[in-house]
């Protein structure tokens, strides 16, 4: 029997209320105890879980196969896939194979090149933008590949792509982004923001495009940490403030109260901006209720 992926993530973006999505990573193996773990304490506190595909261009279990075991738990996920590994006949084969998997959500990206990764070796694919992959899903979703041949079966999906408000040239990032809502994407997760004033600045302009924002959110775990992600992570900026508040608090051992306090403030700031928030903790997971509960973010 057929199954039919419905979308309770969609009911939430679609709804008068604060969404909040999460984000893990596929384990390098086949043991999911850990993140069963984690994807349970999430239960109540987060509408929707992010599942990686490879993250970092490090080799990980299918997102696929994990979101349809989630799905068994009763934890939403939105599967990710990326342009980086798969071409066009291969992208349809996984969507197809997630919608008869019941999988409700799939978020498009680029991916991280496979030289930074732990099989440097690998040739890169990225046949397809991010923008090309939603046309995909759109086609797949009205009965036809995307080459026109007819479906036997059609799937459905609720669909979203990334964006960065941060990026340096703000114009170019903007005009990618409606090609991703013109391709059909209901959503659109964003890079990591610290600044505030850059992400109203970002909003001013995508919240005309009447399609739901999830602002990115990652607690700041250390200064080496932060450093890291200002010298290579494009898009995100840590205010110098910031870091100074983290060096101290590593002085004083007390890092994950002040990393929640600044997450939280974050989050309490930009709440009237945007639909929702995706919290990306990075193996602090359990800080996630804190930071929710910190930020009054459930009603």
Same mark, same amino acid.
């Not at 969507?95 to 999988?103: D, F, N, T, V």
């Given at each position: 029997m057929e199954?039919?992926?419905?979308? =309770? +993530?969609?009911?939430?973006?679609q709804s008068e209320r604060f969404v909040i999505t999460s984000e893990l990573t596929p384990p390098k193996g086949t043991d999911l105890s850990s993140l069963f773990a984690k994807s349970d304490s999430l239960m109540g506190i987060v509408d929707a879980v992010n599942l990686t595909e490879s993250?970092?261009?490090?080799?990980?279990?299918?997102p696929v196969a994990v979101g349809h075991l989630l799905l068994d738990r009763g934890v939403e996920p939105i599967v990710q896939m990326t342009c980086r590994d798969k071409n066009?006949?291969?992208i349809q084969a996984s969507?197809?194979?997630?919608?008869?998997?019941?999988?409700p959500n799939v978020v498009f990206m680029g991916g991280d090149p496979p030289k930074n990764g732990d099989h440097p070796d690998a040739k890169p694919v990225f046949d397809l933008f991010a923008s090309q992959l939603l046309d995909v899903a759109r086609s797949l979703q009205?009965?036809?590949?995307?080459?026109?041949? =007819? +479906?036997?079966?059609?799937?459905?999906f609720c669909v979203g792509a990334v964006a960065n408000p941060g990026a340096p040239n703000l114009r170019a990032e903007l005009d990618n982004m409606r090609r991703k809502i013109d391709a059909g994407a209901e959503f659109l997760q964003t890079q990591a923001i610290y600044d505030v004033d850059t992400f109203?600045?970002?909003?001013?302009?995508?919240?005309?495009?009447?399609?739901?924002?999830?602002?990115?959110?990652?607690?700041?775990?250390?200064?080496?940490?932060?450093?890291?992600m200002n010298d290579k992570v494009p898009g995100v900026s840590i205010p110098d403030e910031l870091i100074?508040?983290?060096a101290k608090a590593e002085e004083e051992g007390n890092v994950a109260v002040t990393s929640i306090d600044i997450a939280a403030r974050l989050c309490r700031e930009i709440k009237t901006m945007c639909k929702g928030v995706h919290i990306m903790a990075i193996g602090w997971e359990d800080k996630i209720p804190a930071i929710v509960?910190?930020?009054?973010?459930?009603k």
């Open positions: 199954k039919i992926a419905l979308s =309770k +993530l969609r009911e939430a973006l993250h970092a261009a490090r080799m990980a279990m299918d066009r006949i291969a969507l197809l194979g997630a919608a008869a998997l019941g999988i009205r009965g036809r590949d995307w080459t026109g041949n =007819k +479906l036997k079966g059609i799937p459905k109203e600045k970002f909003m001013e302009v995508a919240e005309k495009s009447e399609v739901s924002i999830l602002a990115g959110i990652i607690p700041i775990k250390s200064v080496k940490m932060a450093t890291y100074a508040k983290i509960q910190q930020a009054e973010l459930q």
